[in-house]
C-alpha cells in the first residue's frame, strides 16, 4: 500500500513523525532501528541561546499519560545546527525544526538561522509549551500575538512553517484562523493541557515546576475533537497528535482531518513504536476499507459536505 | 541495535518488608555485564503505565537476571504481582554503570543504602572476582527491611546499620565509615542525601549512582538532567539515564 | 478517625459525594448500598420542563476515561420534587441539587422551585455541561454571565449556591473570582473536558451529538492543577471531582484545595466505590500522617503561605 | 441488595470465528434464572477501561454461568485471554429479560442474529422444559460465523441462514420466517434492522432485546435510552440497562 503523503515542505514515505521534545535529536532512537524508516522526524525545541530547563523532577506519571516540564531545554540553535543536524542530514527522512523563544526576536533569529542551515525542510513554531514562564504559550493564547509571530517568522524563513497550538485556550478556532491568515504553511496541534499532580506525603507538587504538560492516550479525545473542529475552518495541513500508540489511532486522526500524525510520548513507553506503527498500517487501513493515506484523508469528514460545522467553540 | 524483551519471569521471593527479588528470563541478558546499569521494565500493557520503571541489575547469571525492588507505588506494586512464567517487557541494559576495568588488588569499600543495596551485590562479585578486598556497609531504615546481608559476607566485611538500631549498628552508614581505614576506592548507591555525606566524608575516587524520575530511559527527552559540578563543562549538565546512573562522585551536583 | 466535614448548608459525615448525573436520583445505587454512607449525594440536573436530551449513542469509551453526551435528560423539576426527592429524603444524608437552563429565568425558576421544596440542602449551578446547544457552556464561559446568573440564583434561593466551573475556558480563575464575587457560596470543579472518538468503519463520531464531555482518571491532573490554582484566588470551599476512584485520590484533592470530593465516572466502573472509598480513607489518611479530613486541608497548600502563586492561568 | 463478585473462569472454547463461549462460576449465579438478563463485565482493573462490557447470559447451571461473544475491540479482546482461574469482576443480573411465566404448550418462534443468539439458548431450554414446541431461525453474516445450531435442534426445529450462502439458507432470518405458520409468539434477539424487519413481519405478540451503549448499566446515567412508540407514555422513554433490554416488540421505537 502507497502510505506516502506530500505537505508543504514534506515528502513523506508514511504519515507518521516523532513529536517533537519525545525524540531528542534522533540520536538515541537511531540505536533502536533505521531512521529512514520514519516519514519526518521532529526534533526538540531550540532557542536562540541554549536553556538548562527547569530543575527536576521534571515528569509524573498520570492515568493513561504523563506530565513533563523539561522547560524546553536544548543547546542552543548554533550548537544544533553545528552538532545535531549533521547526523540527522545522514537520512532520507525530512527533519522538522521545533523553535521557541522569549521574544519574537528570539524566535526570528532562530528561524532564520535553522532555515538558512539547509538542514531542515520545515519549521515548527512553538507558541504552546506551558512549562516556561515566557516564551511560548503567551504567543499561543493570544490570536494577534500568534499572528504577529507567525507573519515575523515566515518572512526570515526560506522553509514552510507548521504553527503548534496549545490546547489550553478557549477559542482554539480563532487562533487557528488567526495564524493562517498570517501565512502558517500547516499546524501541529495539539500540545499538551496543562496538569499537575501532588506527592501525597508532601502534599506538594511532584514536579518541581508544580505545573506539567498533560500527554498520552489520556488526551487524544480532546486532540480528535480539536483537530476535527480546526480542519473543518482552515484550509492548511494538520499534523494530528496526542496519545498516539497504534495504527487504529492513526486511522482516527486521518479521519479526524489530519494530514500526519505525531508520536510523542508512546516513544518512551516503547522506543520502537513509531516503526511498529508504520508497519501495521496497510493492515489496519485496508482492515477498515481504505487503500491509501490519501484515501483516509479524501473521506474524512473535512472533505465531506453533510458533516455541519459544530458551533460551539 | 538495542531492543526491547518479554523476557519471562522464573522466580520472585520477598526478601524483606514490601522487598522483593524477582529472576528474569531472557535474551537480553547476554548483553548485560555492567555493574550499574539498569533495566526499564514496562508496566502491564503499558496504557494505563506509559512510562517504564527503571531497576538496577542486582546479579546477572547466564541468561538470567536478578532484581530486587521495594514497593514503592502502582509500577512496583504490580511487579510484585508477577508469577513465574509471566512476561514482562523489558528494555536493557541502559546506561553506564561503575566501572571495573582493570581494578584489582584494591581495598574496595560499597556503601548502599536501602533499594540501593542491589547494584552493589553484582559490582561486588564482579570486583571480588578481579581479585580486590571488599567491604560493605549496607544502611536500612529497620530491621525489617534489611536483604541481602549474608550475600555481601561472602565478598568480604559487610556491616549493617539501621536508623532505628533495630538490627546492627544504631545510625546512618557514614558513622561507620567514618572508623574504616585504608580504603582506597569506592562505590555508593543509595539516596541523595546519603550519597551526599558519603562523597563528602570520603576524600579517595569514589563512584555514585544516582536517581532521577524519568520519561524515556535513553537519553531522549531531557527529563532525568543534573549540573556538572565543573561550571566550565561544555554541556554543563549530564543525564543520567544516558551518561548515568553512575557518575564520578565529584562530577555532578547533588540536590 | 473523624471523616465529618462542614460546608455551606452541608453537613458532611464525610467528604464524599457521587457526582451529577452519574447517580440518578440515587434509587439504583440504593440496591448496592445504604445511602446513609455518603456524605451528600448530587443529583443529576434539573431543568424547567422535562428533556430527552440527546440521540443516542451518548457514551463512548476512552483511555482511562469516557465520553459522555446525555444532553440533560431528566424529568424537569416539578417531576424532581414530586417524585425523585422524596425517596432520597429519607436518608440522612444532604442532597445537592444540579440545575440547569437554557436561560436566566428557566434557571432561577428551577432553583426556586427546589429550594423552596425543602428536600435539598443547597444547588449546584451547572454552567458547564458541554453537551447541550444552550443552557449551560456559553454562561461557563463568559465570566459577567455567569455572575450575572449566580446572583439571581441567589436572590431566589434560601439554600446555598454552589457553582460548577468549566474547565473548557482559558481563564478559570477570573471566572471563579467572578461567581465568588457575584455571591457563590462555594465552587464545584471540574465538570467534563470537551472531547471526541470516531467509529473507524464510518468516519463518523461515534456520538450521535458528535462532541461529549470527558471524564474518569485521564482528566485528573487537568482538576487537580485548576483546583489548586482556582482554590488559591477565592475563598469559598471547593467540591473537587475528575477521575476520583481511590482514598488517595481524595486526599490529592484535599490537599490541593478541595473541601469534598465527588466521585462520577467510577460509580459506572465499580458501583460500590463511594462506600469503598469511605472505608478506605481513615486508613488512607493515617498512613499519609494526617489525623482528619479538616488536617488535610489545613495542611493543603492553599493554607501555606510559602506556596506562591502560580502566574499563568 | 445487588453486588459485585469476582467470578472465576471455568473454561474458555472458541466456538466460532472471533467468537468464543465462556463459563464462570461464582454464587451471583445462584441469583440468575431469567433468560434475557445480563451481565456488566469489568474489563481489567478498570483503570484504562473504566467501562463495563454488557453480556447476555447464555446459559444458566447450578453456580455456572455460560456467556457467548464475538471479539468487537478492546474488551472482548481481554476477555478472549482469560483463562481457566483467572477472575473477572462482574455486576449482575441486570435488566428485564424474556418474559416466560405461565407461557407453556404455545407455538414459539425464537429469531436470532449473529452474537445475538445466545441469550435465545437459556431462553429455549426453559420454554422447551415449560412444554412449548420451538422453531428457531439463526442469520449469521458466514458459514464461519455459525455456532449452537446443535444446541438449538435439540430443543425444536432450527433453520440457519448465511448471508452469502455459505452455510443454510442464503439471505436473512426474514425470509426464512416469511414461510412459517402457526406460530403464537416469537422472542428475538439482534441486529437493530433485523429486529425491525421481523416485528414488521410478525404480527403474534412478540419481545424482542435491544442493545444500546451503556454507561453504568443500572439505570443511574441516561445513557441506554430510547423512546417509546406510544406519544401519551408518561415518561415517553425507556432505559434499555433497567427497564429493558427485552422490550415488547411494539413498545418502544428502533432506530
Ligand atoms: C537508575 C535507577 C535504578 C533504580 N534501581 C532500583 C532498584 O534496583 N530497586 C528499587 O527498588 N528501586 C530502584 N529505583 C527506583 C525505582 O525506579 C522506583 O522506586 C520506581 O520507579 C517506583 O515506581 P512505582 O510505580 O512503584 O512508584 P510511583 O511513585 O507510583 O511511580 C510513579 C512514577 O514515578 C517514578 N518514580 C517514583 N519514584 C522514583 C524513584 N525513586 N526513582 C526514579 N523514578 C521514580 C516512576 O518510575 C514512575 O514513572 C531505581 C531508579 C533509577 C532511576
Ligand atoms: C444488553 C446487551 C447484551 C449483549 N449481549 C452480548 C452477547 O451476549 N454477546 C456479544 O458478543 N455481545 C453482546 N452485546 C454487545 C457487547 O456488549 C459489545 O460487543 C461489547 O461491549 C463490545 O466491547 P469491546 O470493548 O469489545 O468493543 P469496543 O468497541 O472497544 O467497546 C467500546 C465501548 O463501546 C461499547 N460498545 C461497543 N459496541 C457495543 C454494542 N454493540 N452494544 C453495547 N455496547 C457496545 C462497549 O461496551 C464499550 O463501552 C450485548 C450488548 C448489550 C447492550
Ligand atoms: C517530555 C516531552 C517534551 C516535549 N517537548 C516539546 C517541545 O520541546 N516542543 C514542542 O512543541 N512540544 C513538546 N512536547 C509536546 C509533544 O510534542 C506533543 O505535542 C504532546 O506530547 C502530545 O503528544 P503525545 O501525547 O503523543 O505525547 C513535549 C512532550 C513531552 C512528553
Ligand atoms: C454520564 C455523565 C453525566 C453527567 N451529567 C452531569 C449533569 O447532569 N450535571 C453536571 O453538572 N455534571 C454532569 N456530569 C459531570 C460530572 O458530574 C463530573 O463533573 C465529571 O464527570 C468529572 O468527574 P468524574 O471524572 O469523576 O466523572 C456528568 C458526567 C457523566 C460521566
Ligand atoms: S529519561 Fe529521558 S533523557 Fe533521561
Ligand atoms: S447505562 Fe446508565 S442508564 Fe442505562
Redesign the pocket.
Known amino acids: 500500500m502507497n502510505l506516502a503523503i506530500s505537505l508543504p515542505g514534506l515528502d513523506m514515505k508514511n504519515p507518521i513523525l516523532p513529536a517533537s521534545g519525545c525524540f531528542g535529536f534522533g540520536k538515541e532512537y537511531s540505536q533502536f532501528y533505521d531512521l529512514n524508516q520514519l516519514g519526518a522526524i521532529t526534533i526538540k525545541a531550540a532557542t536562540g541561546n541554549g536553556r538548562y530547563g527547569n530543575p527536576t523532577?521534571r515528569?509524573?506519571?498520570t492515568s493513561a499519560g504523563?506530565l513533563n516540564a523539561i522547560g524546553l531545554q536544548n543547546p542552543g540553535v548554533e550548537a544544533i545546527v553545528a552538532e545535531e543536524l549533521p547526523f540527522l542530514s545522514t537520512f532520507h527522512t525530512p527533519v522538522i525544526a521545533n523553535i521557541a523563544g522569549s521574544t519574537e526576536e528570539e524566535y526570528t533569529h532562530v528561524a532564520k538561522v535553522l532555515s538558512e542551515s539547509g538542514l531542515v525542510s520545515a519549521l515548527e513554531l512553538n507558541i504552546s509549551c506551558p512549562n516556561v514562564k515566557e516564551g511560548g504559550i503567551q504567543f499561543g493564547t493570544d490570536p494577534v500575538l500568534a499572528a504577529s509571530l507567525t507573519r515575523k517568522v515566515k518572512s526570515v524563513s526560506n522553509v514552510p512553517v507548521y504553527v503548534k497550538l496549545s490546547p489550553n485556550t478557549g477559542d482554539l478556532k480563532g487562533m487557528a484562523k488567526a495564524v493562517e491568515a498570517a501565512g502558517a504553511d500547516g499546524l501541529s496541534m495539539i500540545n499538551t493541557l496543562i496538569g499537575m499532580k501532588l506527592d501525597l506525603q508532601t502534599g506538594k507538587p511532584?514536579l518541581s515546576n508544580k505545573t506539567g504538560g498533560l500527554s498520552g492516550p489520556a488526551i487524544k479525545p480532546v486532540a480528535i475533537r480539536m483537530i476535527y473542529e480546526v480542519s473543518q475552518v482552515v484550509h492548511i495541513p494538520i499534523i494530528g497528535m496526542g496519545g498516539v500508540t497504534c495504527a487504529e489511532d492513526v486511522l482516527e486522526y486521518l479521519l479526524a482531518g489530519a494530514s500526519a500524525v505525531a508520536v510523542g510520548t508512546a516513544n518512551f513507553t516503547n522506543p520502537l513504536v513509531c516503526p511498529e506503527i508504520i508497519d501495521a498500517l496497510p493492515e489496519t487501513l485496508s482492515n477498515y476499507g481504505y487503500s491509501s493515506i490519501e484515501e483516509c484523508i479524501e473521506r474524512s469528514h473535512k472533505n465531506d459536505p453533510a458533516s455541519s460545522l459544530i458551533s460551539r467553540s | 541495535m538495542l531492543t526491547k524483551e518479554d523476557m519471562i519471569v522464573v522466580k520472585q521471593v520477598r526478601i524483606a518488608k514490601d522487598?522483593y527479588e524477582l529472576i528474569l528470563e531472557g535474551e537480553l541478558t547476554l548483553q548485560m555485564n555492567e555493574p550499574g546499569q539498569?533495566i526499564h521494565l514496562q508496566?502491564g500493557n503499558g496504557r494505563e503505565?506509559v512510562?517504564?520503571?527503571?531497576?538496577?541489575?542486582?546479579d546477572v547469571n547466564g541468561n538470567q537476571l536478578t532484581?530486587?525492588?521495594?514497593?514503592?507505588?502502582?509500577?512496583?506494586?504490580?511487579?510484585a504481582e508477577r508469577e513465574a512464567g509471566d512476561a514482562i517487557n523489558v528494555l536493557a541494559p541502559?546506561?553506564n554503570g561503575f566501572p571495573t576495568h582493570a581494578i584489582s588488588n584494591t581495598n574496595i569499600l560499597l556503601v548502599g543504602g536501602?533499594?540501593?543495596?542491589?547494584?552493589l551485590y553484582y559490582l561486588g562479585k564482579k570486583l571480588k572476582a578481579q581479585g580486590n578486598r571488599l567491604t560493605t556497609v549496607l544502611g536500612f531504615q529497620t530491621k525489617d527491611a534489611v536483604f541481602y546481608e549474608q550475600r555481601f559476607r561472602e565478598l568480604g566485611d559487610c556491616i549493617v546499620t539501621t536508623n532505628d538500631g533495630s538490627y546492627g549498628q544504631t545510625g546512618f552508614v557514614t558513622d561507620v565509615i567514618s572508623g574504616l581505614t585504608e580504603i582506597n576506592r569506592y562505590y555508593a548507591?543509595g539516596p541523595t542525601p546519603m550519597l551526599k555525606a558519603v562523597s563528602q566524608q570520603i576524600s579517595v575516587p569514589g563512584y555514585i549512582?544516582?536517581?532521577?524520575?524519568?520519561?524515556c530511559g535513553v537519553g531522549a527527552c531531557f527529563a532525568?538532567v543534573c549540573s556538572t559540578i565543573d561550571g566550565n563543562d561544555k554541556k554543563g549538565y549530564r543525564k543520567?539515564?544516558q551518561d548515568?546512573?553512575v557518575f564520578p562522585a565529584n562530577e555532578v551536583v547533588l540536590v
Open positions: 523532577p515528569v509524573a506519571e504523563m511532584i | 522487598t539498569f508496566i503505565h512510562l517504564r520503571r527503571p531497576i538496577s541489575m542486582a532484581i530486587v525492588y521495594r514497593i514503592m507505588g502502582a509500577g512496583t506494586k504490580w511487579l541502559l546506561g536501602g533499594v540501593g543495596v542491589p547494584p548507591c549512582s544516582l536517581e532521577e524520575r524519568m520519561g532525568c543520567i539515564c548515568g546512573p
